[in-house]
């Protein structure tokens, strides 16, 4: 069966139709990409920002404690315990988050502490004396078992946050150390608090790459997986993992949580953010609400073709049918269309071809 010759409204609509297929094809897959790299781009940006202002809000509140620990160990006499004594309930009373404050002499014996706990006893192989009469120290989440026992507290083990420093001499020569125990529960608090103001998780690990503490609920000690062990080996940077729940997450690693002339406890903290609740829509969710507004645009496109297909085909196709009876010998006046400036001049062209055979 022969097949019917393609007429100029068939070939406008296939043009349209292969060039909007091509477009989906091509299109949708780049239109994908290039949304989904913009909101991780806005993401890692926005968790960037947050990590690293909860880094810092939370080192500034330390360094307010190290700052203390500075002072006083710049003032502080080993000859007179009484005043030393108060210069340490000073800076432990009323503030929740040093329990306890105390001054050491260079042979590890407690001299003076606030509200006189564990004096007389020997700290001598702790670390915040041991590295504390060498410098300035800033120590990683401990238990500490004596001021346990000195507190009367419950079962559950108090954790503490170092800090100490040398007591100098006119010389320059140790005297003594000062240290104050931070309580972990404050900073545990405090990172809580600051997690839900800025709608995000924080996890800070210790130097020796253990979780120190976490607003991740049940999160396992021993977790391991790309973003965390990044954070473990000291590296920064954004991350996209999935966690233990089988959910994706975007993280950011922050080397280091320290400010001003306080020492660096080695702490690196990892903010988490779960895009479903950050971002006001999901990428496909996003990709899907762009294509439709492209498909709708394809459809206005579509009917602007037919209407110039009614306006400008169509008369062609009119006009050549006029032609086809006139060289049959029909009886019939050449059509007289006026609407662009080739068929005006087609249909005269016909008409004087009429009026010559006559």
């Known amino acids: 069966m022969k097949r019917p010759p393609l007429t100029l409204p068939s070939a406008l609509y296939g043009l349209i139709l292969v060039a909007l297929a091509l477009f989906i094809v091509v299109g949708s897959s780049l239109l994908y990409a290039r949304v989904r790299s913009f909101q991780d781009t806005a993401m890692s940006a926005a968790i960037e920002a947050r990590t690293a202002g909860a880094a810092q809000a939370f080192a500034q509140a330390l360094a307010a404690d190290w700052d203390n ?202 903010g988490r953010i779960d895009p479903a609740t950050f971002l006001p829509t999901s990428p496909r969710a996003l990709f899907y609400a762009i294509l439709s507004a492209l498909a709708a645009a394809g459809l206005s496109v579509v009917i602007a073709c037919a209407l110039f297909v009614a306006m400008f085909l169509r008369p062609i196709a009119a006009m050549s049918l006029n032609a086809e009876r006139i060289a049959a010998d029909s009886d019939e006046y050449p059509m007289e269309i006026t609407r662009t400036d080739e068929l005006r001049r087609l249909s005269a062209a016909l008409a004087r071809l009429q009026s010559r055979d006559a």
């Open 69 to 270: 620990v500075a002072s006083i160990a710049a003032s502080a006499s080993m000859d007179d315990a009484d005043t030393t004594r108060a210069l340490l309930d000073v800076a432990s009373n009323g503030v929740d988050r040093v329990s306890w404050a105390g001054v050491a002499d260079t042979s590890g014996r407690i001299v003076a502490a606030s509200d006189g706990l564990l004096e007389g006893q020997d700290v001598s192989g702790r670390p915040w004396f041991l590295r504390g009469l060498r410098g300035d120290f800033a120590g990683d989440v401990h238990e500490a078992v004596l001021l346990q026992e000195a507190l009367g507290s419950g079962d559950d083990p108090l954790r503490f946050i170092d800090m100490s420093a040398p007591i100098r001499n006119a010389a320059g020569d140790p005297t003594g150390v000062l240290g104050f125990h931070i309580n972990a529960a404050w900073a545990e608090t405090y990172l809580t608090d600051m997690a839900r103001t800025l709608g995000m998780e924080l996890i800070l690990v210790g130097a020796g790459g253990d979780i120190v503490t976490s607003t991740v609920p049940d999160l396992p000690d021993d977790l391991s997986f790309r973003g965390l062990d990044l954070a473990r080996i000291g590296s920064s940077g954004a991350s996209y993992d999935v966690w233990p729940d089988g959910r994706e997450y975007f993280s950011y690693i922050l080397s280091d949580v320290t400010a001003g002339d306080m020492p660096s406890f080695g702490w690196r903290l990892v």
